[in-house]
Every structure is written in C-alpha cells, then in structure tokens.
C-alpha cells in the first residue's frame, strides 16, 4: 500500500501568542471530496516519530478498519513548554486548551473536509500529553467525542474534574497505564508512582459511567508499549458503529 504524507504548517496562537508548529498527515488519497475523521495528537512529534500514528492510521483507512482520517500532531517545543502547556499547575495549561479548542479545531475545519463535530475530533497523548487531552474533552466535551489516554499523569486535579462532568455520555474514554509505572522518573518532580493514582481515575471514570475502555499492559512509562498499542487505541476509538 501506498502511505500518505505531513504537511508542516505554522500556525500562530492569540491564546498563546505565538508561533504554533503542526505536523498534518494526510491520507495517501486525500480528496477535498471527502470528510475526514480528525485525531488532534498532543507530543505530536512523537507520535509520529516514536508512535508512528501516520503509518497506522493509513493502514487502519486502507483495510477498512476505520474512516478517513487526518491526524494532527502539534509538537512542544522544549522539555519546559511542555509542562508549563500540558500539566495540571503548569501557568500556561488553560491557555493551551483554548488554543486546542478555540483555535486549532476552527483553522483545521476551514481548511480540510471535516466532519465538523464531536463525535468525529478525538485527542490522543501520552503521559503529560494524556493529561492535557483528558482535561480539554472535560472542558470541551462537545468539541471532541474521543480520548485515548497512553499512561496519563493523574493528580487531585484532573480527579476533580472527571466527577464535576455533568454528561459521561459526552465522550468516550481509551486509557491504558503499565503495571510496572511505580516508580516514573520525572523532569521535575522525581519519581512518581503512575499506577496507583491511574487506577483510581479508572474506577472513577467506572463509576461516573462513561463510554470507556481500560487495561493494564505489562511493561513502564516508555514508547515501547505505547507503540505497540497506538494501532487499536485508534481502532477502538473510530471504528465504525
């Protein structure tokens, strides 16, 4: 089969007042003809790097498994940026949510066929990445209809939020955590425990109702296990009804 290509676009953020990079993978037979499924990929870069998302989301399209679909990768631009954005204290996290959702949502369905609703945009992340995806659906549950969570960072906060959601019928949920997370190196805050406070979000997220998908695969907090798993978070998510 034949695979599509990335468009690198600049994009500049009133929200964040700045230049914003994205990556835009287009199927190999992108038509304007067409709509499109969208899947907005926070840690962009790795996704495509590290996740190879493009790769499969061409071969889930071409065999029939999903809709044509454009995934949209936005990149941080260093270590520190990307928590400021991404977690939960960081100073500028609300502000990269409205870019996502004010912003970004808008430019992408003026310029490429889309469906234009929530049940067409999913969020994709991993680790802090995750978060941030699970906090914009919370706080844009009508803009987008899907959420694949790889190992997400879990605090008090991001719990808060998931009970304050009026409608768990908003979204639906694809989150996944490693067995072995207990001791998670991070940039600033030591080591972590990602395991326990996941499984808490878990049975949340059970008991609040939501449409949700949940396991525990064997392996840490690396690109390693998210790889091999980036092919059915997608499938479960946009597979046809």
């Not at 790769?55 to 631009?77: F, S």
């Not at 066929?113 to 991993?126: F, N």
Request: aromatic share 14%; charged share 25%; net charge negative.
């Amino acid at each position: 089969m034949e695979y599509g290509k990335i468009e690198e676009v600049s994009f500049y953020s009133n929200a964040l007042g700045e230049e914003m990079q994205l990556l835009i993978h287009l199927p190999h037979q992108y038509s304007p003809l067409y709509k499109y499924s969208v899947l907005f990929a926070s840690d962009g870069k790795d996704y495509f790097q590290y996740g190879r998302i493009g790769r499969v989301a061409d071969e889930l399209v071409n065999d029939g498994e999903i809709d044509n679909m454009i995934v949209v990768g936005i990149p941080y631009k260093s270590v520190k940026e990307r928590r400021r954005m991404y977690h939960p204290n960081g100073d500028r996290h609300k502000e990269y949510i409205r870019f996502l959702a004010h912003e970004l949502v808008p430019y992408i369905d003026e310029n490429y066929p889309t469906y234009q609703v929530g049940a067409g945009r999913g969020l994709i992340g991993d680790s802090l990445a995750a978060t941030i995806s699970l906090l914009t659906a919370l706080k844009y549950p009508n803009c987008f209809g899907k959420v694949i969570l790889h190992s997400p960072y879990v605090d008090d906060y991001v719990l808060e939020q998931v009970e304050a959601l009026e409608d768990p019928s908003a979204f639906s949920i694809y989150h996944v955590i490693g067995k072995e997370e207990t001791e998670v190196k991070t940039t600033e805050d030591g080591v972590q425990d990602f395991l326990t406070p996941n499984r808490k979000l878990n049975n949340l997220i059970k008991r609040r109702g939501f449409s949700y998908f949940y396991e525990e695969f064997i392996g840490d907090h690396t690109w390693k296990y998210w790889q091999k798993d980036v092919r059915r978070a997608i499938k479960n998510s946009f597979q046809y009804e």
